[in-house]
């Protein structure tokens, strides 16, 4: 992993990969990849709604893992965190596995992290910076020196490794993604930056239109195992182990069922992205 700057204080060859998920997980394993007595998996999720005005995404984040891990064999226990939190638990091994990002290429992480990720993201989120629709004093294209002009609000678990946009005094932080559009409704903010599919899900709920005025990156989430309950290569299987159940579930037709049901058919042509695409691609 390449790490990401020094204010986030917070691989092996590729191992051979079963071809049917379920078997190759039938069984957690032990330290020594030696089967055991089947078990619970601590999941940490990134909990970005706190209402709600989130509750359509709040099941993308909450249901869908417990629907891919019941595909490895395992019952997830899920517990929410904001981002920086949730690095800290996975590297200390509070929780067993977690998503953590890529941003245009870098890996949001510790120098050294004790966990380790799947060999591609299962998730790929474009971000932009949007504006109200009917707001005529801000252009419908800024480029990155414009951003300066204006007060942007931001999810505070995206933290400061995401340059060169946080570290602005001009960005704004919020504890959830719901404040931030409430703030752009009330027009205590110019414009809010977050992922493409949040931005839709929450304009809709609160009946605004907004516009996209700036490409800001993208991000790329892997599914990660931590090192304390499993050796690194075990840890390894696990992590791709989700996305190998995530493409099974996307093949037969049950992932686009479970987002139509929830409303969320938006994410659809998000996961399982090509690897490390970037704003230009979006």
């Excluded at 984040?61 to 517990?79: C, N």
């Excluded at 990156?217 to 304390?228: I, R, T, W």
Aim: charged share 25%.
């Amino acid at each position: 992993m390449q790490r990401i700057n020094e204010r986030f204080q917070w691989a092996l060859i590729a191992l051979l990969m079963c071809t049917n998920v379920s078997v190759c997980f039938a069984e957690p394993y032990d330290n020594n990849g030696l089967s055991v007595s089947r078990e619970n998996l601590k999941v940490g999720i990134l909990s970005r709604v706190a209402d709600k005005l989130g509750r359509r995404d709040y099941y993308f984040e909450t249901e869908l893992p417990h629907m891919v891990f019941r595909e490895v064999g395992f019952e997830a226990q899920i517990s929410n965190y904001n981002y920086p939190r949730l690095v800290r638990s996975l590297n200390q091994g509070l929780i067993d596995v977690g998503p953590i990002f890529r941003f245009n290429g870098k890996f949001l992480t510790p120098e050294d992290p004790n966990f380790t990720c799947a060999d591609g993201a299962h998730l790929g989120l474009p971000l932009i910076i949007s504006k109200l629709v009917n707001n005529d004093e801000i252009p419908d294209e800024l480029s990155a020196s414009d951003l300066n002009k204006y007060s942007i609000g931001y999810f505070r678990s995206l933290d400061k490794g995401i340059d060169p946009f946080i570290n602005r005094p001009n960005f704004k932080p919020a504890n959830n993604v719901s404040s931030l559009f409430k703030m752009l409704r009330g027009e205590r903010i110019d414009m809010v930056l977050a992922d493409f599919v949040i931005t839709q899900s929450l304009s809709r709920e609160l009946n605004i239109e907004t516009k996209e005025v700036f490409k800001a990156g993208f991000l790329e989430v892997f599914m990660c195992a931590s090192h304390k309950q499993r050796a690194p290569e075990v840890a390894k299987k696990l992590a791709n182990g989700y996305a190998q159940a995530l493409r099974k579930l996307q093949d037969s037709g049950e992932l686009k069922a479970f987002l139509a049901a929830k409303g969320l058919t938006l994410y659809e042509d998000l996961f399982l992205p090509r690897p490390q695409q970037n704003a230009a691609s979006n």
